[in-house]
């Protein structure tokens, strides 16, 4: 059973930086690609960024790109999001989940439970 936790969300004001974590239990982290998702109050659930299983390929949403980076550590079963020049729009919790390399939500067969990421302007 694949277990996901994620970390690191927080307050902090607009063009701040934040670094979430999300460590992951069972057998296959290191087969299979991480994801990044978030879910704002009122709104549906959107893809923000993800990583293939060796850390070599990476995608993000358009409006993440440049400003937010995603990485893995496969020895420490962990997937990281470096969010930089943080706006008051990126305000959502995020979730991480396990699964196939896709910026799609049904790609993804385990999610945590999520970490609150707020923004203030």
């Known amino acids: 059973q694949v277990q996901l936790v994620e970390s690191g969300g927080g307050l902090v004001q607009s063009g701040g930086s934040l670094r979430l974590s999300c460590v992951a239990s069972?057998?296959?982290?290191?087969?299979?690609?991480m994801g990044w998702f978030r879910q704002a109050p009122g709104k549906e659930r959107e893809f923000v960024a993800t990583i293939n299983w060796s850390g070599v390929s990476t995608h993000y949403a358009t409006s993440v790109n440049g400003r937010f980076t995603i990485s893995r550590d496969n020895a420490k079963a962990t997937v990281y999001l470096q969010m930089n020049n943080l706006k008051p729009e990126d305000t959502a919790v995020y979730y991480c989940?396990?699964?196939?390399?896709?910026?799609?939500?049904?790609?993804?067969?385990?999610w945590g439970q999520g970490t609150q990421v707020t923004v203030s302007s």
């Open positions: 069972g057998r296959t982290f290191s087969t299979s690609a």
């Open positions: 989940a396990e699964g196939v390399y896709s910026g799609v939500a049904p790609s993804y067969d385990y």
